[in-house]
């Protein structure tokens, strides 16, 4: 499985980005696809996952400014980011599991995307 993640870039806070994560390969063992964030000094931490069925899993820091989803037809997962804060910058990595239980730990996530940096400028 691959992962490529775009749509990163610069806004200005309050603005809106919309990442995509398109995976190839052996896409049919993927259950859960989740975006996490690494900002500058600090752990990666997550962002929000999804799972085959559309349940959603949010950091509370996002919740009501970001929506995630996913479109199996195109085997893409998206992380629709409004209300942009400074905080928010940070290098986003989209992650796909083989395990479909909506799980939040980085660690259940076996394939990993090569990030794509948000910056938001105050």
């Known amino acids: 499985v691959q992962l490529q993640a775009s749509g990163g870039g610069l806004v200005q806070t309050g603005g809106s980005l919309r990442l995509s994560c398109a995976a190839s390969g052996d896409i049919d063992i993927i259950k859960d696809m989740g975006w996490y964030r690494q900002a500058p000094g600090k752990e990666r931490r997550l962002v929000a996952v999804?799972?085959?069925?559309?349940?959603?899993r949010y950091a509370e820091s996002v919740k009501a400014r970001f929506t995630i989803s996913r479109d199996g037809a195109k085997n893409t997962a998206y992380l629709q980011m409004n209300n942009l804060k400074p905080e928010d910058t940070a290098v986003y990595y989209c992650a796909a599991a083989e395990r479909g239980i909506c799980s939040h730990a980085e660690s259940d996530y076996r394939y990993w995307g090569q990030g794509t940096l948000v910056t938001v400028s105050s």
């Open positions: 999804i799972d085959l069925g559309g349940t959603t």
